[in-house]
Each structure stands twice: as C-alpha cells, then as structure tokens.
C-alpha cells in the first residue's frame, strides 16, 4: 500500500502522514506540524517535488528490459516513459530496441528527457527517441552502469540481460519495480499495472522507499 502526503500548494510544503516535512534540497524529512488536510499520492506529491519546489530530484529511473519484447511489453514501456516524463523525471535505458526503444519514445511524446547507455562504441546504434546517447563501447557491462546511476529500476518483461540489470540494482540497493512477467528475483516489488509501478516511483523520489 502506498502512502498519501500533505501539499500545502499556497505556502509551497509538502507533509507525509506523520506531519513531517519536506526538504526537497536534501531530500528530507523533519519534523513538523500542519493544519492542512489537503491529501495528495505520491505520484501528485512527487509531481509537485520535480515540477514546483525548484529542487527536483535529477537522478534518472531505470527502465530496463528486453530487446525482443511482446506487444504487452512494448505498451506498458511507452505507457510508463511517458508518465514518468509528465511525472518530470529523466530515464535511463539500455539505448537500443525493445523495451529501451517503447520507453524513450513514451517518454520524449511527453517532453521528458531521455538517457541511453549503449553496450556498443557506435553511437548511431542507439534508437532514434534518446536526447543523450553513451555509447560506452564496454557490452553488457554497461549493465552495471545503469543499475548503478538509476535512482531505482523499473523492469518490464525478463531476459539474460534484463536479468542481470535487475539483480545488480538489488546488489547495489535499488528498489527493483517489476511489470509484465519481470524476473522473479528476490526484492523485486511486482505490480500489476503502471500507476502502482508509477507509485512506487514517486516514493524513491520522495526518499520514502525502504
């Protein structure tokens, strides 16, 4: 179950349940007390974090998955690019076709911003929706570099190299977001649609995730 939060919208201040309140700079939490009732999601708090608090999180999300991937799979990775852009949040991906190809494109309809990291050296391989193309010319160990560098992952659909992105997010910590038949990995937090995966999100971007 994901948390609600306080917006107090006219003074700028954002509140969890505890009444804490939000340092967007460090993101934060302090104690604090409020007479607002105002209840938003975490997608609206996080929103308003990225889009109106003038300290937006500028760690990119992971989204990981394969390049040989179901019509399924391809929607729910243009589906949740584009939300996470709306959402005001860079993505990171593997740069190439697929899942990487569906979310860059969700993500640039929405105006975001959009990071590939390329396992080849050629950077005219990279799909034609990214806006930074690294081709870091190291293969799949640049897997490791987008675990490393996501704030968390969101993996939708599983193969050898989504498998291996997803289990280095969890070595190194990250909150692991699975969609669409995503690997059955210990820590992996699977969901059944994108506004729960988008939820879970929005915690990391408010320093509320486990």
Same mark, same amino acid.
């Given at each position: &179950?994901?948390?609600?939060?306080? /917006?107090?919208?006219?003074?700028?201040?954002?509140?969890?349940?505890?009444?804490?309140?939000?340092?967007?700079?460090?993101?934060?939490?302090?104690?604090? =007390?409020?007479?607002?009732?105002?209840?938003?999601?975490?997608?609206? %708090?996080?929103?308003?974090v990225?889009?109106?608090?003038?300290c937006?999180?500028?760690?990119p !999300?992971?989204?990981?998955?394969?390049?040989?991937?179901s019509?399924?799979?391809?929607? &729910?990775?243009?589906?949740?690019?584009? =939300?996470?852009?709306? &959402?005001g949040?860079?993505?990171?991906?593997?740069?190439?076709?697929? !899942?990487?190809?569906?979310?860059?494109k969700?993500?640039? =309809?929405?105006?975001g911003?959009?990071?590939?990291?390329?396992?080849?050296?050629?950077?005219?391989?990279?799909?034609?929706? /990214?806006?930074?193309?690294?081709?870091?010319?190291?293969?799949?160990a640049?897997?490791?570099l987008?675990?490393r560098?996501?704030?968390? /992952?969101?993996?939708?659909?599983?193969?050898?190299?989504?498998?291996?992105? !997803?289990?280095?997010?969890?070595?190194?910590?990250?909150?692991?977001?699975?969609l669409?038949?995503?690997?059955?990995?210990?820590? !992996?937090?699977?969901? %059944?649609?994108?506004?729960?995966?988008? %939820?879970?999100?929005?915690? #990391?971007?408010?320093? #509320?995730?486990?």
């Amino acid at each position: &179950m994901t948390q609600s939060f306080i /917006l107090d919208s006219q003074a700028g201040v954002l509140y969890d349940d505890m009444q804490r309140r939000f340092d967007p700079e460090t993101r934060s939490w302090a104690a604090a =007390s409020t007479s607002v009732s105002d209840r938003v999601d975490a997608i609206t %708090a996080a929103r308003w974090v990225q889009r109106e608090s003038g300290c937006p999180c500028r760690v990119p !999300v992971g989204v990981i998955g394969p390049r040989d991937a179901s019509p399924a799979q391809l929607a &729910m990775a243009e589906h949740i690019g584009r =939300s996470l852009a709306a &959402m005001g949040l860079a993505i990171i991906c593997g740069g190439r076709e697929g !899942v990487m190809t569906a979310v860059a494109k969700g993500a640039r =309809s929405a105006g975001g911003t959009t990071i590939g990291l390329l396992p080849d050296a050629d950077a005219s391989l990279a799909n034609s929706y /990214l806006d930074v193309v690294i081709a870091t010319g190291i293969g799949e160990a640049r897997n490791a570099l987008i675990a490393r560098a996501s704030l968390c /992952l969101v993996a939708i659909g599983d193969s050898y190299g989504t498998l291996s992105e !997803v289990a280095l997010g969890r070595q190194f910590g990250k909150r692991v977001i699975g969609l669409e038949g995503a690997a059955q990995v210990g820590g !992996v937090m699977h969901v %059944a649609d994108g506004p729960a995966a988008l %939820a879970l999100v929005a915690e #990391c971007v408010l320093a #509320c995730a486990p």
